[in-house]
């Protein structure tokens, strides 16, 4: 079993980290709260108090945090960064949702000091967490890959190599682009229906039935329908991530969907849903 260490065991990375101790990894865990990390010591890891001493030792370094500010903090910052702290060796792994361009720039330090970075974001959220059902898309070198599968292969079902460092991150913003938009028209047709008198619960499970139906859509209908929903993946994150696929792109004018869904989610979080679950955006188009 490989030395694994986590850095940013937050809603996500907590479950991640657990499921490395329950394959019998041994892990050191570092976040900026260390009292977040109380249920994993539980369990079996380590805590350490930068994460360049978690990093020290380890085969494998993981983040999992908020965004590029964040991610250039855990492995770049001269006094506790994690590439500090790293060997040879090992390779660091970033589960972030990060831009395409923060993930090349990381990729470029990673290299100038011997250090082998492989992007590895995930499409899942909380539940498929829990269950070691994650979806990996990684970025970075096929060999460091192979290397790294059976780790992933401990937090998820799937590894998919997707080519050179930056594709990941586009992979993963493409995906969250496309749920996000989903999201959007979803609520705006409840809108609209109910806008005309309709019973909506019923004309959207008749479009159910058709083709242009989504697996997410058939989850999330029932919270878009009663406008409540645990939270799986707030606003906030999905507004940055939209942003990031905006900078992706180029310009607004080159991907003008993505543009518009952003504008429902900064609406959403100017109205106070910023820490609610992205479906909650179909409150914005209540009559």
């Keep these: 079993m490989s030395h694994i260490a986590v850095l940013g065991p937050g809603a996500m990375g907590k479950r991640m980290a657990a499921n490395l101790l329950k394959a019998g990894h041994q892990v050191t865990v570092w976040n900026r709260t260390a009292k977040a990390a109380e249920p994993l010591l ?48 090992a390779i660091a792994m970033d589960s972030s949702t990060l831009s395409v361009d923060w993930i090349k720039k990381l990729g470029a330090e990673a290299a100038i000091r011997g250090v082998t970075l492989l992007e590895t974001p ?119 991530d939209f942003g990031y696929a905006l900078d992706a792109a180029g310009s607004p004018d080159a991907a003008p969907t993505i543009a518009a869904a952003r504008s429902v989610f900064r609406r959403g979080m100017d109205e106070g849903l910023g820490d609610a679950n992205l479906t909650s955006v179909v409150k914005l188009f209540r009559t």
């Design 122 to 240: 995930v499409s899942g959220s909380l539940p498929q967490a829990d269950a070691a059902q994650l979806i990996f898309l990684v970025g970075g070198s096929a060999d460091a890959c192979s290397q790294a599968e059976p780790v992933l292969l401990a937090m998820g079902s799937a590894v998919n190599h997707t080519g050179e460092i930056g594709t990941g991150a586009l992979t993963k913003l493409a995906t969250n682009a496309l749920l996000g938009v989903q999201v959007t028209a979803i609520a705006e047709l409840i809108g609209l229906l109910r806008r005309n008198g309709a019973d909506a619960q019923k004309i959207m499970g008749i479009i159910a039935g058709t083709a242009v139906w989504s697996p997410y859509a058939q989850r999330a209908i029932g919270a878009l329908l009663s406008g409540e929903a645990p939270v799986m993946f707030p606003v906030e994150l999905v507004e940055k």
């Design 42 to 89: 539980a369990m079996g890891a380590t805590q350490a108090a930068t994460p360049g001493n978690a990093a020290a030792g380890a085969d494998f370094v993981l983040a999992m945090v908020r965004d590029d500010a964040a991610s250039a903090k855990v492995w770049l910052d001269a006094e506790t960064g994690a590439f500090a702290g790293m060997r040879p060796d």
